[in-house]
């Protein structure tokens, strides 16, 4: 698939795998590799697993880039953003594979995926925009809203609280089931292995009626920091 994201198909699960060699910072490059892997997955009709290296899911956006400013910042902020919104709406299920730390733009990323598992362990999940002096994008505050609970939200968003991947993160909506970081692989690819024999059609539609309102708030979002952003 290219140099930042393995694409393997095995039956009717496709598993993108991002790795770096370091943090997994979610570049244009991350974004568009991650984007070739959906537009393959789809090709193949295949349920998605989307997982990091070990020890890290994704540090987020790459802040040198974001520090920049100027297009690429600009193309870079709209990008992954977008990247929420097509997992949120894909025709098949999207199964996430956190494999350790999930910050800032990568825990969107997270709260964008149909089932989400995470690595027990030492690891941080993390909104921080807050925390680095960074308001939060209105995309963001969307994507955020439509997973967690009221109380977990207010924490996520306002106060930049760090969640360990246990049964908290889980009780907040940032995850929905924790496994020892050496089960993930399988455990990930046995859920998505489950979801292959829902109907496509049925889950598509219903994904779509029951996000509906979400997906709008997150498109007029995108416009909204898009336009904010290259003023």
């Not at 959906?38 to 997982?51: K, N, P």
Request: overall charge negative.
């Amino acid at each position: 698939m290219g140099t930042l994201v393995t694409y393997q198909l095995e039956g009717a699960v496709a598993t993108a795998t991002m790795d770096d060699g370091k943090v997994n910072v979610l570049s244009v490059a991350m974004l568009a590799e991650i984007n070739r892997a959906l537009d393959q997955a789809e090709a193949d009709r295949a349920v998605v697993v989307l997982s990091g290296r070990p020890g890290v899911f994704s540090a987020g956006f790459d802040l040198a880039t974001l520090r920049g400013g100027g297009p690429d910042a600009a193309t870079m902020l709209r990008t992954g953003f977008e990247l929420s919104e097509r997992m949120l709406s894909f025709p098949r299920p999207v199964v996430i594979a956190c494999t350790g730390h999930a910050v800032a733009m990568a825990v969107f990323l997270l709260l964008s995926g149909d089932y989400r598992i995470g690595a027990a362990g030492d690891f941080k999940i993390q909104a921080n925009e807050v925390a680095i002096g960074l308001p939060m994008p209105l995309a963001a505050v969307e994507i955020t809203r439509q997973r967690l609970t009221p109380a977990a939200f207010n924490r996520a968003v306002t106060l930049a609280e760090p969640f360990a991947p246990d049964d908290a993160a889980v009780a907040a909506g940032l995850l929905d089931r924790v496994v020892p970081a050496d089960e993930l692989p399988g455990v990930a690819r046995t859920t998505a292995e489950a979801l292959t024999a829902l109907d496509m059609d049925a889950h598509a539609g219903s994904k779509l009626r029951a996000r509906d309102g979400a997906l709008r708030a997150i498109r007029a979002g995108i416009e909204a920091d898009d336009t904010s952003f290259r003023a």
